[in-house]
């Protein structure tokens, strides 16, 4: 089992900028990718950013050179940087982990899911 809780989510003008904690606890040892995702209200979960075991990352196009997704192994915790915020990024947004050997920004690949933590951007 792993356990996933996430932080920093909070009301900001947009062109401001958030970043998200994720805290990773449990069987982490296995875990192969870990993502970040988003669900406005009336729209399903979309993947946002994804980090996996080599330093890999991926994001969406919608964020791409807007959002950075890090991790620090020393705190077990996944970092969601998140710059020039659009009042479109508004959400909540959920840390997610997976075992599964690929770097997916698909909700199917993931084993794990946080509570989430709400976005608010402001026009």
């Known amino acids: 089992q792993v356990q996933l809780a996430e932080s920093g989510g909070g009301s900001v003008e947009a062109g401001g900028s958030l970043t998200l904690s994720c805290v990773l606890s449990?069987?982490?040892?296995?875990?192969?990718?870990m993502g970040w995702f988003r669900e406005a209200p009336g729209k399903g979960r979309e993947g946002v950013a994804a980090?996996?075991?080599?330093?890999?990352?991926t994001y969406a196009d919608s964020v791409d050179g807007r959002f950075i997704v890090s991790r620090d192994d020393a705190k077990n915790t996944l970092y969601l940087q998140m710059n020039r915020l659009k009042p479109e990024d508004t959400a909540m947004y959920y840390c997610?982990?997976?075992?599964?050997?690929?770097?997916?920004?698909?909700?199917?690949?993931?084993?794990?899911w946080g509570q989430g933590t709400q976005v608010t951007v402001s026009s």
């Open positions: 980090w996996d075991v080599h330093g890999i990352s």
């Open positions: 449990g069987d982490i040892a296995s875990l192969w990718c």
């Open positions: 997610a982990a997976s075992f599964t050997s690929i770097t997916s920004l698909r909700t199917a690949d993931y084993n794990y």
